[in-house]
Nanobody, 121 residues
């Protein structure tokens, strides 16, 4: 499966953004999916995950209540709604998928290219 992330940008603290990740190729399989980010000069960190059916999710503690992961099977698209953004959310955000449809990260086999989110104070 190929993944294409989009929706990043530069916003001020408190703003919202919605990231999208379009899947193509072998979309007939039941993938679990997630978002991982890499802040400048730091290691990658897990942000959010969702199982194949969309009824189970998991979040990084610091984004709980602000970020929402969801997926639209009809569009083969994963989303990350990010509200109340903070400067510490600045990072390159990657979407990823794994053939284990019941998994909730943080290990994924398939990765998309990143999309940059910059939050200014």
């Amino acid at each position: 499966v190929q993944l294409q992330a989009s929706g990043g940008g530069m916003v001020q603290a408190g703003a919202s953004l919605r990231l999208s990740c379009a899947a193509s190729g072998r979309t007939d399989r039941r993938y679990s999916m997630g978002w991982i980010r890499q802040p400048p000069g730091k290691e990658r960190e897990f942000v959010a995950a969702i199982n194949w059916s969309g009824d189970s999710t998991r979040y990084l503690d610091s984004v709980k209540g602000r970020f929402t992961i969801s997926r639209d099977p009809a569009k083969n698209t994963l989303y990350l709604q990010m509200n109340s953004l903070k400067p510490e959310d600045t990072a390159v955000y990657y979407c990823a998928a794994d053939p284990n449809g019941y998994g909730l990260g943080p290990d994924y086999i398939y990765w998309g290219q990143g999309t940059l989110v910059t939050v200014s104070s």
